[in-house]
Structure formats: structure tokens, C-alpha cells
């Protein structure tokens, strides 16, 4: 079993945001939009503004992340924003934020001085999830939303408070299936053998990656 204990500090540094309290770099923000996959590329505790589409919905993850974030993607990438309050975001919301790039546990995040520097405004560009072998899911496309097909090499595990586990298999390499204790997604029905089509955010938690599903209807088996 791979815990989900997570380091303090992603913790610390949203609490601080939230509170106002804001790390010296904020200083420095600029209002310019950048693709997210360029923000991507920035040094950790750089300031950026990034818009696109939602493709999460606000607080899916929040067992896992301790926050009530959303990811959000345009046409280059995507990435998670942390922030502590429910903002309401539903997928495919428009949305442009500023905040200050961080780690949280291996994945990158975008952590918003504080809610106000969240814009959401009407309906984004439709994101479609990009199809990808199950060994393929890994640093390049962390950030986006993804779908899998392949069958369950592990069964499901619980790994409470955070959420639960399965992976997943169509012969490219296992990966894990990650699944929120928000989401509520009933697993009782998957079984090691069986072939599952699981849409998700493409994420990562320490030295590896995994699908996050957003809610039921994210997970589909597929019948023999």
C-alpha cells in the first residue's frame, strides 16, 4: 500500500495565503497572461497569471490536497490551483488566476494570494480528455485531463482519511487510480481482471503518477 501522508508545508503556505500573509515574491506580480504550459516551465515561486477552462470541480480533492482547488487547462497544459475556500468552479468555467508557483508533494500548483485574484467568467472552450496508455501517464502531461482504458491489476484498497486505490493496466505499465473521498465514487463493483475506461486529472504524489477521477461517472467498466 502507498500511503498518502503528506508534507506539512503545501499546508502551510495556502494558510498563509489565505490569511493574507503572502511570500515576498507576490511583490512582484504581473498581470500578463501566460500559457500554462510556459508557467510550467517557470522557477518555483514565480508569480503568474494563467486562463483557461476548468476541468475539475472545486474541492474534488480535497482529502488527498487539504484544499478546495480545481485544475484548470488551455490549450498548451493544465495545472491545479490551490486555494482553501469553495469558489463554486464547475468544469468548463472560464477562469484566469495570479498566484505564486509551488510543489505540493511532486505535483506543481499555483497558489492564489487570496480568492480574489480568482476570476471566473462564464463558459471556457470545450477540453476534451486526452486519450493515453496507462504507461504513459507521467511528468509531460501532468496537469491535464486524461482518459485510461485497461484492466485492474490491483483491486481497490482503502487508504483512508485520503481516499482509495487501483491500478490499472493495458499492457503499457501500471498505473494508479486515485480516487477522493469527495468525489463519491462507489468502487465495490471493480475486481482484478476486469477492464475499466477512467477519465481523470493527471496527477502525481511523491515519486509517482496517477489519474484522478472527478466523480461516478469518470469511472466506466467496460463489458468482456
Known amino acids: 500500500m502507498i500511503s498518502r501522508l503528506r508534507a506539512v508545508v503545501p499546508v502551510l503556505l495556502l494558510a498563509l495565503a489565505c490569511a493574507g500573509v503572502a511570500p515576498p515574491a507576490l511583490a512582484d506580480a504581473s498581470h500578463h497572461v501566460v500559457s500554462i504550459a510556459r508557467a510550467r516551465t517557470l522557477p518555483l515561486g514565480t508569480v503568474v497569471t494563467v486562463a483557461g477552462t476548468a476541468t475539475t470541480p472545486s ?5 488527498s490536497l487539504f484544499d ?6 488551455d490549450r498548451s497544459a493544465g495545472i491545479y490551483v490551490s486555494v482553501a475556500v469553495d469558489l463554486g468552479v464547475a468544469p468548463r468555467a472560464g477562469v484566469r488566476v495570479t498566484g505564486v508557483l509551488r510543489d505540493s508533494s511532486g505535483l506543481r500548483v499555483l497558489v492564489p494570494a487570496d480568492p480574489a485574484a480568482v ?12 486519450p493515453l496508455l496507462t504507461g504513459a501517464v507521467g511528468e509531460a502531461v501532468e496537469g491535464l485531463l486524461v482518459r485510461v482504458t485497461g484492466r485492474i491489476t490491483r483491486a481497490p484498497e482503502s487508504d483512508l482519511p485520503y481516499g482509495s486505490t487501483f491500478f490499472v493496466d493495458d499492457g503499457s505499465g501500471e498505473l494508479m487510480i486515485f480516487v477522493n473521498v469527495q468525489t463519491g465514487i462507489d468502487l465495490s463493483g471493480l475486481a482484478v481482471g476486469r477492464t475499466v475506461r477512467v477519465t481523470g486529472f493527471s496527477s502525481q504524489f511523491d515519486t ?9 461517472a469518470d469511472i466506466a467498466v467496460r463489458r468482456s
Do not use: D
Open 119 to 130: 476570476h471566473v467568467r462564464g463558459r471556457g472552450p470545450a477540453i476534451h480528455a486526452e
Open 59 to 63: 474541492g474534488a480533492f480535497e482529502s
Open 68 to 73: 478546495k482547488g480545481f485544475a484548470v487547462q
Open 208 to 216: 509517482h503518477y496517477e489519474v484522478n477521477p472527478r466523480f461516478p
